[in-house]
Nanobody, 115 residues
Framework: QVQLVESGGGLVQAGESLKLSCAAS????????MGWYRQAPGKERELVAE???????NYASSMKGRFTISKDNAKNTVYLQMNSLKPEDTAVYYC?????????WGQGTQVTVSS
C-alpha cells in the first residue's frame, strides 16, 4: 500500500524558513509527478508547487522566488524549501504523488507563521 509521510512543519516567525519533506513508499510503480498543496483555514486547497518526472518545476505565482521544490529519486522523497515565510503562508501543507492511476496524499503538516 502506498504511503506518504510528511515532516518538517512547525511554528516560526515571519521571515524565517522551514523545509518540508515527504517520503513516499517505494511500492509505487511509476511516479509521474510529486508536489505540494496547501489549505489555509476557511480557504480552498491550492497548488503550491509540482515537480515532474523529468524534473520540470511549476510554482504558484505568489511562491516564486521564496519556495523551492526538489526531489531525491533514490529516496522517493520530495522537498519544499520555504524561505521568507509570511503569516499568510500559514496552512496545512499536503504532499502528493501522481501515479499512473491515482493521486496519493500525505497526512498533512501544519505550518504556522507568526507576525
Amino acid at each position: 500500500q502506498v504511503q506518504l509521510v510528511e515532516s518538517g512543519g512547525g511554528l516560526v516567525q515571519a521571515g524565517e524558513s522551514l523545509k518540508l519533506s515527504c517520503a513516499a513508499s517505494r511500492s509505487i510503480f511509476s511516479i509521474n509527478a510529486m508536489g505540494w498543496y496547501r489549505q489555509a483555514p476557511g480557504k480552498e486547497r491550492e497548488l503550491v508547487a509540482e515537480i515532474t518526472r523529468d524534473s520540470t518545476t511549476n510554482y504558484a505565482s505568489s511562491m516564486k522566488g521564496r519556495f523551492t521544490i526538489s526531489k531525491d529519486n533514490a529516496k522517493n522523497t520530495v522537498y519544499l524549501q520555504m524561505n521568507s515565510l509570511k503569516p499568510e503562508d500559514t496552512a496545512v501543507y499536503y504532499c502528493y504523488v501522481r501515479g499512473m492511476l491515482n493521486y496519493y496524499w500525505g497526512q498533512g503538516t501544519q505550518v504556522t507563521v507568526s507576525s
